[in-house]
């Protein structure tokens, strides 16, 4: 038994590699994909947009049309993301979430919404990151009280957000881990005389160029030594794959509110 799965915002880059993975996965069965009502490609075939050839099924523009779905995938945007949700919500249907940047008050609603349908929530969905969340919570435990600590994270020049999703994630994991709120000793940029750092804070550097598909760095630096924790992407095939992972696991998921993590039972 496959678990039907549909694309939501199925025509950009991230779109066309989950396309590509849902049809790779031998226990998926991609049924459907939606772009906005004023795209090219509407009523396209999904494998043809994807780049793997025809399969079948055509593009939609409205979630009413992929009634037959059990599990949809949102890698859109803010407010078509919480669209989306609100939808899924309405309909008792599963969905992972993979847009980043969301504010507290947003997180709060999607973490609403699982009460009535089980959603995942995750900044990053490949398992090389979630792994190095693992480790991050371990590293922080061991020497994170004595170290100062600074997150490096390098995207594309096309991502709208900074900084990234995963790198907040990770600040938050270590602030969680070590009893601080990173609403207060997250450091977002330094400029000028600065005086000496604090200890407590978590500093953050991000850059924008080119076609970076993803790449993050925590520092935990000590007088005479520095571990430096560190994961790199080379294709967004990478995020795609586990999102078909989550999916997957969602399909059989009670209610609730949900990240990588416990895909991966690692909680």
Same mark, same amino acid.
């Given at each position: 038994? *496959? ?8 025509? @950009? ?12 996965? *031998? ?37 009413? +049309? %992929? ?30 979430? @993979? ?14 919404? @699982? ?20 480790? %991050? ?27 990234? @999703?995963?790198?907040?994630? &990770? ?27 604090? *200890? ?58 949900? +990240? &990588?993590? +416990? ?5």
């Amino acid at each position: 038994m *496959k678990v039907k799965v549909a694309i939501l915002g199925c025509s @950009g880059r991230m779109g066309r590699n989950l396309i590509q993975a849902a049809v790779e996965h *031998k226990s998926i069965e991609l049924v459907g994909g939606t772009v906005r009502s004023s795209s090219s490609f509407v009523n396209f075939d999904l494998g043809e947009l994807a780049g793997i050839g025809a399969i079948g099924q055509k593009t939609a523009t409205n979630l009413n +049309d %992929l009634l037959n779905a059990d599990v949809f995938i949102d890698f859109t945007a803010i407010e078509t993301t919480l669209e989306n949700l609100k939808w899924c919500q309405q309909h008792h249907k599963a969905l992972v979430i @993979g847009t980043t940047g969301f504010s507290d008050e947003q997180v709060s609603l999607i973490k609403k919404a @699982g009460e009535l349908m089980p959603v995942i929530l995750a900044p990053n969905t490949s398992v090389g990151v979630n792994l190095m969340f693992k480790l %991050l919570e371990v590293t922080a435990k061991a020497i994170g009280d004595y170290t100062d600590i600074e997150i490096f994270e390098a995207h594309h020049r096309f991502k709208k957000d900074a900084p990234s @999703g995963t790198a907040v994630k &990770m600040g938050q994991v270590i602030a969680d881990t070590l009893g601080r709120d990173l609403n207060k000793v997250a450091v977002y940029g330094r400029e000028g005389i600065t005086g000496e750092r604090d *200890k407590e804070t978590i500093g953050f550097a991000t850059v924008r160029a080119g076609d970076i598909v993803g790449e993050h760095t925590a520092f935990f630096a000590d007088i005479g030594e520095r571990l430096e924790i560190t994961h790199r992407a080379s294709s967004r095939m990478t995020f795609a794959l586990g999102a078909m992972r989550a999916a997957f696991w969602l399909s059989e998921a009670d209610n609730g509110f949900y +990240d &990588m993590q +416990d895909v991966l039972g690692l909680k």
